[in-house]
């Protein structure tokens, strides 16, 4: 069991706040690792004319299983460190589908 989502899954009224450290212009999209702090995401858009915040909402929304208009950056658009705010969403359902996620990453080391 991961305890570290009380440190970067927040709940808010509005829905689950996640804390991500974002690489863009890399070679694949895709979770590669995690801290009691955030997530870190590697993103193929560069951070040219918000390429890399359109595709980390498509990537959260697949990965997450959510539809992107559920899903908005609350700060950080312009630096590597996110708030990624997942509206309307429980924290249980959101802790589900990253722990299989986390699982997967455990795995491949």
């Known amino acids: 069991m991961y305890n570290l989502f009380m440190n970067f899954l927040n709940t808010t009224a509005k829905g689950i706040i996640i804390n ?9 999209s895709k979770v590669v690792d995690y801290t009691d702090e955030y997530l870190r995401v590697k993103i193929s858009s560069p951070p040219i004319e918000n390429k890399a915040n359109k595709e980390l909402i498509s990537f959260c929304s697949k990965l997450l299983d959510v539809n992107k208009s559920k899903i908005e950056i609350v700060s950080g658009e312009k630096s590597k ?11 249980e359902e959101i802790t589900q589908k990253l722990m299989f996620v986390l699982d997967s990453l455990h795995k491949e080391k």
Not at 20 to 28: A, G, H, I
Not at 84 to 89: C, E, M
Request: hydrophobic share 45%; glycine share 0%; no cysteine.
């Open 20 to 28: 991500l450290k974002l690489v863009p212009n890399s070679s694949f």
């Open 81 to 91: 460190l996110k708030k990624v705010l997942i509206k309307d969403t429980k924290l």
